[in-house]
């Protein structure tokens, strides 16, 4: 076990190096071809600039996710109310692009739902699957966000569903490896940095989909003592 963590920290620092040593020419490469942008370009040109553009910013975005991936997950820990946590977030995820035209229905638990937990990393897990949610569905559908006890388990299960296409079954096992994914434009590394840190909380991902009930993604948390 022990030297299993000793090779994924040393994976981790590897990773951490390559993406440094690629940044920094990156940076130089956009800040290159943004210049260019001021130049009065025939339009063949311009249109070839825009797209290598677009594609250095996507690798730039891979490297980021590469780094978040590879990091050890060290916690900074506080109680937090669930609730009160999600609504606080709904309102920064209400303005994103994907979100605007969907409907985001929060079903919060009857009572106080209290968990320990790392605010920034727990915000970035539900932000990254109601964005994945908004995407699977058409502009005014609902996407659904539920927090419910379960007592006998000592666990909360929250939960995000909507009513998109179905995810093929033989798919469903694959969407939490790293750098599969089913996006055109996609990294591959959005659900494994989320099951990283459900992970890292003691907690479980769970992925069900189906045509009668569409897809539901559920992270379950230990419930503070």
């Known amino acids: ?32 071809l943004n210049a260019f942008k001021r130049l009065d370009l025939p339009a063949l040109v311009r249109e070839r600039l825009s797209l290598a553009l677009e ?58 739902v209290m968990i320990v937990g790392d605010r920034d990393k727990l915000k970035q897990v539900f932000i990254n699957l109601v964005d994945n949610a908004c995407e699977a569905v058409a502009e005014g559908e609902i996407v659904t966000w539920t927090v419910e006890p379960v007592t006998p388990s000592n666990v909360v299960a929250i939960q995000v569903h909507n009513g998109g296409e179905p995810i093929p079954l033989e798919v469903l096992p694959k969407l939490t490896k790293p750098f599969f994914t089913t996006k055109s434009s996609g990294t591959g590394l959005g659900l494994a940095i989320v099951k990283r840190i459900v992970d890292a909380h003691g907690g479980a991902l769970m992925i069900t989909s189906s045509a009668a009930a569409g897809t539901t993604v559920s992270v379950t948390l230990p419930l503070a003592n």
């Open 1 to 32: 076990m022990l030297k299993a963590i000793s090779a994924l920290a040393e994976v981790g620092e590897l990773a951490a190096m390559i993406v440094h040593e690629v940044r920094n020419p990156l940076t130089t490469v956009l800040m290159g």
């Open 55 to 112: 594609e250095a910013e996507r690798i730039r975005n891979l490297l980021q996710e590469i780094l978040l991936y590879a990091k050890p997950h060290a916690l900074q820990c506080s109680e937090l109310e669930l609730n009160c946590f999600i609504a606080e977030i709904l309102t920064t995820i209400r303005t994103m692009p994907t979100v605007l035209s969907r409907q985001i229905v929060f079903v919060p638990a009857a009572t106080p």
